[in-house]
T-cell receptor
């Protein structure tokens, strides 16, 4: 079955520290992978996407993600977190020939000053 | 400005009173979708539409209806709302180009409380 797992419900980091949010997927075909961020009271904003090619993708706000097919993972990283990065982050997967996205359950990031 | 607009943003209503949440996009996108977001469950798809007059069920369609009479609009209808439909709802749209899977644009959400 197709699924997306974000194993960390909450993560707390200090401002300036590095960040890695985990995402594992199960998908039968070639996946299209996305990370979205949701700030309080707002909709979801696309951070980055992976379709094909270079497995390290750069996104907005200094985020990057690496696609590892062998591990079925698409982890999100940022070298130095800012207080404004506090939000909820969602990993999602879709695929050619299907019209559905599958979202993970989200990881809520708290940033300590 | 490219955007997906939902209305209302907040609604408190009572069980059984029909309601409609509107969604409109100005990007000429073929694909539109409705999600509900609940704590610990992430976003779950309710219905989606590939184009005008083409709709299909998502993962949690029970208790909801949709229509797609115009390309830009995709209203979500709760004919007889119940408390278990209290949730945060998002509308989204994207291009439906073949050969790729485009990212979605999301509205700001509608928080529904059914008493």
């Amino acid at each position: 079955a197709q699924s997306v797992t974000q194993p960390d419900i909450h993560i707390t980091v200090s401002e300036g520290a590095s960040l890695e949010l985990r995402c594992n997927y199960s998908y039968g075909a070639t996946p299209y992978l996305f990370w979205y961020v949701q700030s309080p009271g707002q909709g979801l904003q696309l951070l980055l996407k992976y379709f094909s090619g270079d497995t390290l993708v750069q996104g907005i706000k200094g985020f990057e993600a690496e696609f590892k097919r062998s591990q079925s993972s698409f982890n999100l990283r940022k070298p130095s977190v800012h207080w404004s990065d506090a939000a909820e982050y969602f990993c999602a997967v879709g695929g050619s020939g299907t019209y559905k996205y599958i979202f993970g359950t989200g990881t809520r990031l708290k940033v300590l000053a | 400005e490219a955007q997906v607009t939902q209305n209302p943003r907040y609604l408190i209503t009572v069980t059984g009173k029909k309601l409609t949440v509107t969604c409109s996009q100005n990007m000429n996108h073929e694909y539109m979708s409705w999600y509900r977001q609940d704590p610990g469950l992430g976003l779950r798809q309710i219905y989606y539409s590939m184009n005008v007059e083409v709709t299909d069920k998502g993962d949690v369609p029970e208790g909801y209806k949709v229509s797609r009479k115009e390309k830009r609009n995709f209203p979500l209808i709760l004919e007889s709302p119940s408390p278990n439909q209290t949730s945060l709802y998002f509308c989204a749209s994207r291009e439906a180009s073949s050969g790729s899977f485009q990212p979605q644009h999301f509205g700001d959400g509608t928080r529904l409380s059914i008493l």
